[in-house]
Structure formats: structure tokens, C-alpha cells
């Protein structure tokens, strides 16, 4: 090893990969300060010019911007050393960056999969989870959005409005050159996104389950493949190696090239029985254009087709899968924002959209989760 690799006292550049680890782990995956998820490891005191060792005590992580603050001494060591303590990736629960891939024709690769100018390239169970959607900025026509879900049915990451997001939990969370990657010690690789600036948004490895199914990318070349999360890897359905186009239409309906399953659904009673409970104690449940759509009777939804598709707590209204949607207000199901708290993403109709500040009521239409 070139001897310039090492400082005066021998100490290697090169950092194990544990220790990388540790030091990640400890900074929430994230730049101390700001929480992005580009980052460079630190040498807070010593500096590595006078270190023995790598030592995750003494060490964090920085993103580009703050690193060279730091070594320009805009930001002091203490400073440093004080955001170690209370890291800013902790205190928010999620890890950042913006992506700046290519977005003016919708495209996106999923392993050997292309899709360009589609809105919805996969929904599973009803709900939305790639999707690109118009952009008010005439230099970037559309926005990219996706939810990830790890091996659990737990959200692990989101890409809100080209924001990537990555929840802290258990899994490492890496960002390295145009990699970005979430690995589980006991399920792998659960996803990994290359983010080559002005190319399109590729996802090489995904591992994502979602109620009773999950969507599976091994690599690169390899096929979508889908199925019950009770299936092996090499008995699910494979899909891959073409190239769909659309002509990206707004429309009120959810539209894409993969959809699993439908909105999760139970047949609780018989359709007669269930439609006199109907008549006798249902409040309608509307669209935003007016259309009713379902019924709440008591603290349970049921569809058109008198099957029980939702339960309501309070004013929350949760999916069969248990998932919050919304809330059940003046007989509509919505929200006020175009994102949950906790970052992910909310997919909009585009007629809901468009006609959002000419209702009454300006939140955002939720109801086609439930139909």
C-alpha cells in the first residue's frame, strides 16, 4: 500500500466495514447535522492525521457539505462533536436526500423492466406504489413517488416527490457514489436504487411485501416477480425483460402495468343481511365528485358489493390490512396533506386534484383505497 495511504503513524485510510457500521448506526444512518444520507466518515479528535485508530467513539458521519465546512473550520470540532451526541437523523426517525434522476418522460426501470409514461407502474392490494405525478416546475414535468415496504409489511423507505426517505430501524441504511441500498442481516438486500443524475431511477433489488403479497427484484437483469408472501422466491410469477409505454392520460382511475390483488376485503355476513344493516344504519360514504362509493355502519365500511372493506376508530379510518387511510369526515374519507406524517407519499387522482379548491371540503379524496 502506497505509504501516502497511511498517516504518520501507520493508520490505514481503509475503515472495516463493522466499524463503518457502527459508526453509521450510531449517527442514524445520517450527516450529524443535517441528516442526509450522502455521507463521508469523520475523524472528529484526533484528526486522522494524528489517529492510531479507527475508533467509532471518536468518529460520525458528515455529508459532503458539512465535511467541508468542518475541514474549512466553519464548523468547529465541538460543534461536531456536540451533533454526534443528539444526530439529526435520530431526532427526525428518517435519513434524506434529493434525487436528481431523469424524470421528463415518467420512465423508470425496475430490474429488466422499463416503463415510460405510465402513472402507476404498480399498485398492490389497492394501494399505489410507484407512481409519477405532473409537476407545477416546467424543467421537471413530473415528480417520481414510491413506498417501500421490508420483509415485515413495515415501511422502509419512501421516494416523496424525488425526496428519498429511509426510516431508521433495525436495517443499515448506505449511500455510496449512486447506490443507495437498506440491507436486513436476516432478509439481505431489501432494496437497492441506482440514482445516476439525468438517468432514470433504476431499481436493481427490492424486497417489498405488502398485506398477502410481495413484489421481488433480484438484480438488475432480473424479472419483476410477484405473489403470496408464503411463496418461495423461485415459485413466484416473473415479468421482465420489455419495455411498456403509455401516454400517461390523467385520469380518475389507477392505472399502471402491474396491479396485485384487489382492495383486501372480507365477506362478514350475506349480501341481504349485510344490505338491511345497509339501509337501516348505513351512512353513505362519498366520492369527491358525489358518487356514493360505500357504507359506514357502526365502525365498519362496507363496499357496493356489501363486503367489509375498512373499520373506523374514532374519526381514523384503517384498511383491512390495518393500515391508516384517512379520516372520516362529513361522509368523505380524506386527508389534508399529499404525504402521512412519517413522509410516505399519498397518491392523488388527478380529477381529485384538479378539482381540490373548487369543493367544499379541500382534502385530498382517499376513498378509491377502499374501492
Not at 37 to 43: D, G, I, Q, R, S
Not at 117 to 137: A, Q, R, T
Request: glycine letters at 8%; aromatic letters at 10%; a positive charge.
Amino acid at each position: 500500500m502506497n505509504s501516502k495511504s497511511k498517516n504518520k503513524h501507520g493508520l490505514s485510510r481503509y475503515i472495516k466495514s463493522s466499524v463503518k457500521e457502527q459508526i453509521r448506526r450510531d449517527a442514524g444512518f445520517g450527516c450529524v447535522f443535517c441528516g442526509c444520507v450522502l455521507v463521508e466518515y469523520e475523524h472528529i479528535e484526533p484528526e486522522y492525521h494524528e489517529a492510531k485508530a479507527h475508533d467509532p467513539e471518536k468518529m460520525t458521519i458528515l455529508c459532503p457539505t458539512c465535511h467541508d465546512k468542518v475541514t474549512k473550520k466553519i464548523i468547529s470540532k465541538k460543534k461536531v462533536l456536540a451533533a454526534k451526541e443528539n444526530p439529526k437523523a435520530l431526532q427526525n426517525g428518517y435519513v434524506n436526500d434529493t434525487l436528481l434522476v431523469a424524470t421528463e418522460f415518467a420512465e423508470l426501470l425496475i430490474g429488466n423492466v422499463r416503463t415510460r409514461m405510465i402513472g402507476v407502474p404498480i399498485s398492490l392490494y389497492g394501494k399505489p406504489l410507484f407512481w409519477f405525478e405532473p409537476s407545477e416546475n416546467e424543467d421537471e414535468p413530473y415528480k417520481i413517488c414510491c413506498i417501500f415496504y421490508g420483509a415485515e409489511g413495515k415501511p422502509i423507505a419512501f421516494i416523496n416527490r424525488n425526496e428519498y426517505i429511509a426510516l431508521i430501524g433495525k436495517q443499515d441504511v448506505v449511500s455510496k457514489g449512486t447506490t443507495l441500498s437498506i440491507t436486513d442481516k436476516k432478509y439481505g438486500c431489501l432494496l437497492e436504487l441506482c440514482r445516476t443524475g439525468d438517468e432514470p431511477l433504476h431499481i436493481k433489488r427490492l424486497f417489498t411485501q405488502f398485506h398477502k403479497g410481495k413484489v421481488v427484484v433480484e438484480g438488475e437483469n432480473s424479472p419483476i416477480l410477484f405473489g403470496g408472501i408464503d411463496k418461495p422466491n423461485d415459485q413466484l410469477v416473473g415479468w421482465g425483460n420489455v419495455t411498456v409505454k403509455g401516454q400517461y392520460i390523467p385520469s380518475h382511475r389507477i392505472q399502471g402495468i402491474l396491479s396485485l390483488g384487489g382492495v383486501p376485503q372480507e365477506k362478514l355476513f350475506t349480501p341481504l343481511f349485510t344490505s338491511l344493516l345497509v339501509a337501516r344504519d348505513g351512512n353513505p360514504i362519498y366520492k369527491f365528485d358525489g358518487e356514493c362509493v360505500a357504507w359506514n355502519v357502526g365502525n365498519r365500511i362496507f363496499n357496493k358489493k356489501y363486503n367489509l372493506v375498512g373499520v373506523t376508530d374514532g374519526g381514523n379510518v384503517n384498511s383491512l390490512s390495518n393500515e391508516f387511510i384517512g379520516y372520516l369526515d362529513d361522509n368523505y374519507i380524506g386527508y389534508p396533506e399529499d404525504q402521512y406524517m412519517n413522509g410516505e407519499p399519498i397518491y392523488i387522482t388527478p380529477n381529485d386534484r384538479n378539482s381540490r379548491y373548487a369543493r367544499m371540503y379541500s382534502r385530498y379524496d382517499l376513498s378509491y383505497r377502499l374501492v
